[in-house]
């Protein structure tokens, strides 16, 4: 079935690059997203790639994308103490369908 | 901050009594989703409704009603609540128009404890 997955825990230290990883499971998948979730919030949509691409780019963000192995990275150059919060990655299965990991909670010292 | 808002951001309830969270969405979009996100597990779709029809109803139990009264709008009705109902409730929107994969925009949740 559809699965994705991610690491519970990354820790950092303020200033190093932070990379989160993820595995998926539908190779139809058009879509994939990273999404930034803080304390008390909802879902923030911090970027997405199409299934096409190998790489997007974004101020401090990189994504990376393998989809002969289905795994999906998002890099954070420079973390701050601002980025301390929960990434989700999802893929987009087409339509209104989204499937959602259980989120990598990011903690970065200072 | 968003362009999906939603109230009550908090909301504290007892097992007989009814309530209902609103959503509402600034984005123009015509589909609307109802997610419950709770500790330590994925997020759940509960309901998608687009251009006001419900399109999406992930075998939720009747406890929880959703409404949608039109595309910028979408109600969740709760009457006879579990406490493990208890969760953050997610809305989001997305532009419902595309025909392909629908890039979704989230609210900030309503924080619900059922006593």
């Known amino acids: 079935g559809e699965d994705v997955e991610q690491s519970l825990f990354l820790s950092v230290r303020e200033g190093d690059s932070s990379v989160i990883n993820c595995t998926y499971t539908?190779?139809?998948?058009?879509?994939l997203y990273w999404y930034k979730q803080e304390p008390g919030a909802g879902l923030q949509l911090l970027t997405y790639?199409?299934?096409?691409?190998d790489m997007k780019q974004d101020q401090r963000l990189t994504v990376l994308l393998n989809k002969k192995d289905k795994h999906l990275s998002l890099r954070i150059a420079d973390t701050q103490t601002g980025d301390s919060a929960i990434y989700f990655c999802?893929?987009?299965?087409?339509?209104?369908?989204?499937?959602f990991g259980a989120g990598t909670r990011l903690f970065v010292k200072a | 901050e968003t362009g999906v808002t939603q109230t009550p951001r908090h909301l504290v309830m007892g097992m007989t009594n009814k309530k209902s969270l609103k959503c509402e969405q600034h984005?123009?979009?015509?589909?609307m989703y109802w997610y419950k996100q709770s500790a330590k597990k994925p997020l759940e779709l509960m309901f998608v409704?687009?251009?006001?029809?419900?399109?999406e109803n992930n075998s939720v139990p009747s406890r929880f009603s959703p409404e949608c009264p039109n595309s910028s709008h979408l109600f969740l009705h709760l009457h006879t609540l579990q406490p493990e109902d208890s969760a953050l409730y997610l809305c989001?929107?997305?532009?419902?128009?595309?025909?392909?994969?629908?890039?979704?925009?989230f609210g900030p949740g309503t924080r619900l404890l059922v006593l």
């Open positions: 989001a929107s997305s532009p419902g128009t595309s025909g392909g994969q629908e890039t979704q925009y």
């Open positions: 539908d190779s139809s998948s058009t879509y």
């Open positions: 790639i199409f299934s096409n691409m």
């Open positions: 999802a893929e987009g299965t087409g339509g209104f369908k989204t499937i």
């Open positions: 984005l123009g979009h015509n589909a």
């Open positions: 409704y687009n251009f006001k029809e419900q399109t």
